[in-house]
Structure formats: C-alpha cells, structure tokens
C-alpha cells in the first residue's frame, strides 16, 4: 500500500508533515489505526534504530524520526482510545529515571486507556518514588518502561521502594520495553511483563482478574 510506504519514508526521514499528512490519507482511505501503526509508524522506528546502530543516523535523527512519529501518533489516538467507560482501574505508567524514550510508552498509555484503564502518566525519567507516590494514591497497577539496559535496573529499585513503603502487596507491578524479558520481571519480582502494547492491555486485565 502505497500511502503505509510514504509514511515509513516520512518518519524515518524525520519529516513531521508528511507524516501527519500520510496517516490523515491513509485514514480517509479506510485503512484502520492498527494497520496504520503495525505497518507504517513501528516498522519505521525499527529502521531507525538499525540505521542508528550502523552508524548512519545519529541522535538529531533518532530525535526528529520520534516527533514525526509522535505527529502520526497524535491523529491515532483519539481512534484508538474508547470514551465514556467506566474506569477498569488506574494505572500509573512512567519511563523508568535516567531514560528518556517515551514513545513506547506513550502507546502502551493509548491502548490501556482504550481498553478502559485510567491513566496516570508520570512521563519519563521516573524516579522510583514517582511510582510509589502514585501507588499511595490509589493506583492498582504500576507500569513501568525501559529502553536502555542501563535503565532497567530502576525497575527494581522501584519494586523494592514500593516493598520498603509497605505498598508492594496492593499493587500489581508491569514492565516492559525493546531490552526487558520475563526473565527480567521474574528475577526482579514484577508481577509481569509484555513485549507490546497490545499485549500489555491483555497483561493489565489478567493481572487484575479481569480477564
Ligand atoms: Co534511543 N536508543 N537513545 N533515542 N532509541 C534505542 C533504544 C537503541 C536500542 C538504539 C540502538 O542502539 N539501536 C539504544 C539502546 C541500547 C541499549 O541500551 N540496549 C538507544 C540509545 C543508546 C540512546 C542514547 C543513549 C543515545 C545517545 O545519547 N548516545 C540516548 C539515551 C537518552 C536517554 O534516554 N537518557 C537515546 C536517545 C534517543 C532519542 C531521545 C533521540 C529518541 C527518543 C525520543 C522519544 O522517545 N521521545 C531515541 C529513539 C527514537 C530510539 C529508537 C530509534 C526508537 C525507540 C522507539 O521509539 N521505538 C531506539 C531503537 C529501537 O528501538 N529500534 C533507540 C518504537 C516504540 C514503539 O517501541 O519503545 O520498544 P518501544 O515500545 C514497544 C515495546 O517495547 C513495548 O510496547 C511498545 C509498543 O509495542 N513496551 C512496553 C514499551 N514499554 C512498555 C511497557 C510495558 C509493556 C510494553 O508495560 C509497562
């Protein structure tokens, strides 16, 4: 499909317009916001990431690929998010501190909120007390994102502060991003992890019984 192609270019060529503009077309042809996002926008960060790891690209690139991504993301996401239900429960989703990637994140948000979760985006660079102030506040789950090995090890920090704040057992701890496994989640005691957004909804709703 000819319009998914120009969307990949537009966003791996960081072209914030194009690729607001091919995902506006690629809707008015009919094309659904999962079809969009699996086959243009994901596809298009993986690119990125290999000409980064090659050495072609460098963070500037990196950086202006995201905001177009983020620009196509924008128009998804009001298709993606159901209104009007009831809140299944909260979820306090956060980039882990020290990591600054939040576009994984912020598709894992969309698609909780579309499966009837409310949000408390806590944003990136989360320190461990960010996540344990909002499991005080009445948060069922505390979901966490890394994108960096070298920021994973926060995930665990953070299970152990919620642990030492007495919270551990009140709320249900998730993780994920492109380096976490459940291995990972096993080894630091999360309640579980999932290697996508969509996934993530199914994890949410198991973890709570509600599946
Ligand atoms: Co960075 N970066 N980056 N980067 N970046 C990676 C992650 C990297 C793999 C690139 C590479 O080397 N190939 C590499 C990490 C290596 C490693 O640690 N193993 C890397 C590096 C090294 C860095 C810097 C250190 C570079 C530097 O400064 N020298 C630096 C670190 C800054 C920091 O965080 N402190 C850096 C900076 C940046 C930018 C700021 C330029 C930009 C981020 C902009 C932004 O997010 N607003 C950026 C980008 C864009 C990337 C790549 C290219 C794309 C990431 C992305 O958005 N993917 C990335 C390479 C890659 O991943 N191919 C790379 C698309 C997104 C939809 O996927 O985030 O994996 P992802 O999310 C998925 C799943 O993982 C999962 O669901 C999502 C949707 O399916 N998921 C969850 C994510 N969170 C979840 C939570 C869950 C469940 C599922 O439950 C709670």
Same mark, same amino acid.
């Given at each position: +499909?000819?319009?998914?192609?120009?969307?990949?270019? &537009?966003? %791996?060529?960081?072209?914030?317009?194009?690729?607001?503009?091919?995902?506006?077309? &690629?809707?008015? *042809?009919g094309?659904?916001?999962?079809?969009?996002?699996?086959?243009?926008?994901?596809?298009?960060?993986?690119?990125?990431?290999? $000409?980064?790891e090659?050495?072609?690209?460098?963070?500037?690139?990196?950086?202006? &690929?995201?905001?177009?991504?983020q620009?196509?993301?924008?128009?998804?996401?009001?298709?993606?998010?159901?209104?009007?239900?009831?809140?299944?429960?909260?979820?306090? %989703?956060?980039?882990?501190?020290?990591?600054?990637?939040?576009?994984?994140?912020?598709?894992?948000?969309? +698609?909780? *909120?579309g499966?009837?979760?409310? %949000?408390?985006?806590?944003?990136?660079?989360?320190?461990?007390?960010?996540?344990?102030?909002?499991?005080?506040?009445?948060?069922? %789950?505390?979901?966490?994102?890394?994108?960096?090995?070298?920021? +994973?090890?926060? +995930?665990k =920090?953070?299970?152990? &502060?919620?642990?030492?704040a007495?919270?551990?057992? $009140?709320?249900? =701890?998730m993780?994920?991003?492109?380096p =976490?496994?459940?291995?990972?989640a096993?080894?630091i005691?999360?309640?579980?992890?999932?290697?996508?957004?969509?996934?993530?909804?199914r994890?949410?709703?198991?973890?709570?019984?509600?599946?």
């Amino acid at each position: +499909m000819a319009v998914l192609d120009e969307i990949k270019e &537009a966003v %791996i060529n960081g072209n914030k317009a194009a690729a607001a503009s091919g995902v506006q077309q &690629a809707l008015d *042809e009919g094309l659904t916001p999962g079809v969009i996002l699996n086959d243009a926008l994901i596809p298009a960060m993986t690119e990125v990431g290999l $000409r980064f790891e090659n050495g072609e690209y460098f963070v500037p690139e990196m950086l202006i &690929a995201a905001r177009a991504m983020q620009a196509g993301l924008d128009l998804l996401k009001p298709l993606l998010v159901q209104s009007g239900i009831q809140p299944i429960a909260t979820v306090a %989703i956060g980039t882990v501190k020290g990591d600054l990637h939040d576009i994984g994140k912020n598709l894992v948000a969309i +698609m909780l *909120e579309g499966a009837g979760f409310a %949000i408390r985006d806590l944003g990136v660079n989360a320190a461990p007390e960010k996540f344990v102030q909002a499991a005080a506040e009445g948060a069922q %789950i505390v979901a966490m994102s890394a994108l960096l090995t070298t920021t +994973m090890p926060s +995930m665990k =920090v953070t299970v152990e &502060a919620l642990k030492a704040a007495g919270l551990r057992e $009140r709320v249900k =701890v998730m993780i994920g991003g492109a380096p =976490v496994t459940q291995a990972y989640a096993d080894e630091i005691g999360a309640d579980g992890y999932s290697p996508d957004a969509s996934s993530a909804t199914r994890l949410a709703k198991s973890l709570l019984g509600a599946v």
